[in-house]
């Protein structure tokens, strides 16, 4: 008959095993983001377009910000498009650097902190899996779809290339999913990440730079209430706390280079059953 139990000391040694932190592959690494990236970019724009819904909680927003004295997209949107070449700059800075710089620091944690990649990784994915729940739970439109308030749509105005949501590509995403900012989960992850590893005083320094500069043109751009932002930081606050519970550690207080280990513990664990 087929061993198929283990000793419970073996159980603790094997799920802390599959814990410790291990060299990642560059094969499984790539497939593994575009898997996910597809899987997250199909469920956001499988999420209906919920437009009567999606306005008024921006309505409501809008008002509630008013009402507290904080509402300062309108000012900073109309400013901001009066320079040209600033929004200009401003509107391919949304379409592009979203993804070359989260890219660019999952690739320098792989290769220059091997030891905190898996972790690190993990508070990225967990950060955009959690997202997806907000936008099927809470739709929002961004301030540029507002109905009279005289938002400034400004990559339509100014006829530059970047946004899914405006011009001919709007049919291509969900417009209606604005809370939580992504943006500001994604570009807090590459700043905090940078700043807790880097040791440049300059990286460290451009590290923070980073997502301010970004909660400064998601709001001049008009494609979201800076209310949108804090919903970005909640989400990343989830995914640090997902990726500690299962590590025990934030990634910058893990080792540098993984200790080396024997083989990988699911594959030992099957083998276990095969006896």
Not at 93 to 117: C, E, K, S
Not at 213 to 230: K, R
Not at 241 to 258: D, N, T
Request: aromatic share 14%; hydrophobic share 50%.
């Amino acid at each position: 008959m087929a061993e198929t139990e283990t000793r419970p000391g073996s159980e603790r040694t094997l799920l802390s095993r599959l814990r410790a932190p291990r060299r990642p592959r560059i094969w499984f690494e790539v497939l593994l983001i575009a898997i996910s990236y597809w899987t997250y970019s199909l469920i956001r724009n499988a999420v209906p377009e919920q437009k009567a819904a999606a306005l008024a909680n921006a309505d409501w927003i809008w008002s509630a910000e008013r009402t507290l004295g904080i509402a300062v997209e309108q000012s900073v949107n109309h400013a901001v498009n009066s320079v040209t070449w600033l929004i200009v700059g401003m509107n391919y800075y949304y379409a592009t650097l979203h993804f070359i710089v989260t890219i660019g620091v999952l690739v320098w944690i792989y290769r220059f902190h091997p030891g905190r990649y898996a972790a690190t990784r993990m508070v990225l994915f967990a950060t955009t899996g959690v997202a997806l729940v907000g936008y099927y739970c809470y739709p929002l439109a961004p301030p540029r779809l507002m109905n009279g308030q005289n938002f400034i749509d400004t990559v339509l105005v100014h006829h530059t290339w970047g946004s899914m949501a405006s011009g001919n590509l709007k049919q291509m995403s969900n417009q209606y999913a604005a809370m939580p900012s992504m943006h500001i989960g994604w570009s807090l992850w590459c700043g905090l990440t940078i700043f807790a590893v880097a040791s440049a005083p300059w990286a460290r320094i451009l590290g923070l730079l980073y997502p301010t500069a970004t909660l400064v043109v998601i709001v001049a751009t008009a494609n979201h209430f800076w209310l949108d932002a804090v919903g970005g930081m909640v989400c990343l606050a989830f995914g640090y706390a997902v990726s500690r519970s299962w590590y025990g550690s934030f990634a910058h207080h893990l080792p540098r280079h993984p200790e080396p280990v024997g083989p990988h513990p699911a594959a030992e664990l099957v083998g276990r059953f095969r006896r």
